[in-house]
């Protein structure tokens, strides 16, 4: 495949612009630099030793994962220092912690005084494991909203012979809904004092050292930091999507995009595509400010909207469906990148329309 026009790539493909890839890789580490902080990327977005290896030599001191698979898939590749930002429950999931804590540096992240006796008692005998706590600053998932209970699991956490504490963490993923630029700032603001404040009560309360570790794009690029982040952990920032091009008002920094064939015209507004459900995902987050955003943005074609789907299919809404030849490629910025790399087995990276490399998607399924 390397080589052809991307455009000539049988349907659904998914396809990256490595340039445009690149530029976002190079404005996040930029970023991270200027707010003093480390960059450790969460590589669940594009499950991808090739992208994740680009972004360790762009600077990312380490990588974040959300599951125990995508972490094994990257110690396997050379990645050395992970981060899990997720409790791991359960025999088998924590027998196979043990056994990659003994290859990388690994960090894992609690919410819940019964995930801390697990982990100690899984990790008795080893090296002690490092754990985050996690803060909920208004996502309302998983994490302790009070500074005193997490000060608390802390004192639990040092006490525990299987257990180091570094620090605490969050993914502040609320800042989709934001309405505006001053909203997200709002947002941003609140989620990096309760944080701040979280790891203060932790250091009062137990005399240890605490870092303190950001996550979500919108805020990254709201680039307003207060002192004391010591970490960020961007996920999308590496391709962004629709739902990113909603709040940036533009699709420039859209790396990743869906090929689909137009199979048919059934009606004088209505344009068929072979891509559904199954290649662009079902997702539709945040507001939109784009016209055409409805469950992914149709790039050079503001005058369609994708307003349903179903397994295999995409149903368009066109004033002019007379304009969408049978057989013509159209290419898709989906709603959330995240699931839909995940549909893929590979990916097609291309510059300037042509296939330069084919990246395996290389933890595609690796959710245990």
């Known amino acids: 495949m390397v080589g052809v026009r991307a455009a000539s790539l049988d349907t659904p493909a998914l396809v990256v612009d490595v340039d445009v890839l690149q530029a976002n890789i190079e404005r996040t580490a930029d970023i991270a630099r200027a707010a003093g902080a480390r960059l450790r990327p969460h590589v669940k977005t594009h499950r991808m030793l090739a992208v994740a290896r680009r972004q360790i030599a762009a600077g990312a001191a380490g990588v974040c994962c959300a599951k125990t698979g995508e972490a094994e898939v990257f110690a396997n590749g050379g990645i050395d220092d992970i981060f899990i930002a997720n409790q791991v429950v359960g025999a088998a999931k924590l027998r196979r912690l043990r056994a990659l804590a003994e290859r990388v540096r690994l960090a894992v992240g609690v919410d819940h005084a019964e995930q801390a006796a697990m982990l100690d008692a899984a990790f008795r005998g080893a090296d002690p494991l490092d754990v985050s706590i996690e803060i909920d600053v208004g996502q309302r998932r998983t994490g302790l909203a009070a500074a005193a209970a ?21 993914h502040e993923g609320h800042d989709y809904a934001a309405r505006d630029a001053a909203d997200l700032d709002r947002i941003a603001a609140q989620a990096q004092r309760q944080m701040l404040d979280a790891a203060e009560a932790i250091r009062t309360a137990t005399g240890s050292t605490c870092e303190v570790s950001m996550g979500s794009t919108p805020s990254l690029y709201n680039r307003r930091f207060l002192p004391g982040i010591d970490e960020l952990r961007p996920g999308t920032a590496v391709f962004n999507d629709g739902s990113h091009a909603n709040f940036l008002g533009h699709t420039d920094w859209c790396a990743a995009t869906v090929l689909a064939t137009v199979v048919n015209r059934p009606a004088p507004d209505r344009v068929v595509v072979d891509a559904g459900a199954k290649a662009l995902t079902s997702d539709r987050r945040g507001p939109s400010i784009l016209e055409n955003s409805g469950f992914g943005v149709v790039v050079g074609r503001p005058d369609a909207r994708i307003v349903s789907l179903s397994d295999e299919h995409g149903v368009l809404a066109a004033p002019d469906a007379s304009a969408y030849a049978i057989g013509s490629v159209l290419s898709i910025i989906p709603n959330h990148i995240c699931p839909c790399v995940n549909l893929y087995d590979h990916v097609y990276a291309a510059r300037r329309g042509v296939v330069t490399d084919v990246w395996p998607v290389s933890a595609r399924g690796q959710s245990q």
Request: glycine share 10%.
């Open 150 to 170: 997490a000060a608390a699991l802390a004192r639990q956490v040092l006490d525990a012979p299987g257990l180091t504490l570094r620090g605490v963490y969050t």
